[in-house]
């Protein structure tokens, strides 16, 4: 018998999901319900983390600048450096409360986007 006519058939799983994992790159990407929801939480704390954290920075530069003046030029700089110091850690002790405040005002303006779309994935 004539085996030129054989058929042959190579199959590879790692091959095809590579294949598939090219495809989607690039293809256009479709924004599902959850996606959007998962976004929309994410964005109730991140504009308060990002403040707070900024303040946190600046209240620890500001509060080390008067431990500097304290400790290098205590003859000369001792108070205005205390006087630094306790001003960085008003802005530091700021931070939090300012966090807390910020992520309560996008949790009220957010709030009847999030409802809804978690009423509309709660009904399929």
Do not use: H
């Not at 802005?91 to 939090?96: N, R």
């Amino acid at each position: 018998m004539d085996n030129n006519n054989a058929f042959e058939y190579t199959y590879s799983a790692k091959e095809q999901e590579e294949i598939e994992k090219i495809k989607r790159k690039y293809m256009p990407k479709e924004e599902n319900k959850l996606e959007i929801l998962r976004k929309l939480d994410r964005q109730v704390t991140r504009k308060g983390e990002v403040i707070s954290l900024c303040l946190g920075i600046v209240g620890c530069l500001i509060m080390g600048g008067g431990m500097s003046m304290c400790m290098l030029w205590a003859d000369s700089l001792l108070i205005p450096g205390i006087v630094l110091g306790l001003l960085g850690m008003v802005v530091l002790g700021m931070a939090y409360p300012t966090y807390i405040k910020i992520t309560e005002k996008e949790k009220e303006r957010l709030a009847p986007q999030i409802l809804a779309l978690t009423e509309e994935l709660n009904m399929r």
